[in-house]
């Protein structure tokens, strides 16, 4: 079930809402678009996902918003540059990242799950996840077992 949660970054600077579904099979709203994107979250062996441990859910704008600190907000853009991945300049924890993808039906927030503070244990324990092979750019199957995940 779709949920309003609040998060932040480590240190506090930054704040934002997001309206998100971490509840498991079968207890799930229905999704915010068309796709697999919106019907779990996420984890990516990608270099930046996997050294930054990003657990993520897809957001839309509408279903987004910084609540304070954007000025603390910084950017950092790597390979095709197409993902805002945002982190706090005080503290450095990525709460989420930013794109705008046609095949996901157009601008999305990444939300990592791990800044959500209102997110209970039983809610993260509980919630569905894809694993992503970024690493291969395979984002639709699960990383093959290679002994470093």
């Given at each position: ?68 600190g954007e000025e603390a ?29 046609e095949i996901m039906g ?44």
């Amino acid at each position: 079930m779709r949920k309003s949660y609040h998060g932040s970054c480590h240190c506090g600077a930054v704040h934002f809402s997001a309206n998100c579904d971490l509840a498991p099979e079968g207890e799930r709203s229905p999704p915010a678009r068309p796709g697999a994107w919106w019907a779990s979250t996420f984890r990516c062996n990608c270099s930046f996902c996997l050294k930054t441990r990003f657990w993520k859910v897809f957001v839309t704008p509408e279903d987004f918003s910084v609540l304070s600190g954007e000025e603390a907000l910084a950017e950092y853009r790597f390979g095709e540059r197409s993902i805002r991945h945002l982190f706090c300049k005080q503290c450095g924890v990525h709460p989420f990242a930013s794109a705008d993808y046609e095949i996901m039906g157009g601008p999305f927030y990444a939300v990592n799950i791990a800044c959500l503070d209102d997110a209970s244990d039983e809610e993260l324990a509980n919630a569905p996840i894809v694993y992503e092979d970024g690493r291969q750019d395979a984002w639709d199957g699960a990383p093959a077992v290679t002994g470093h995940l």
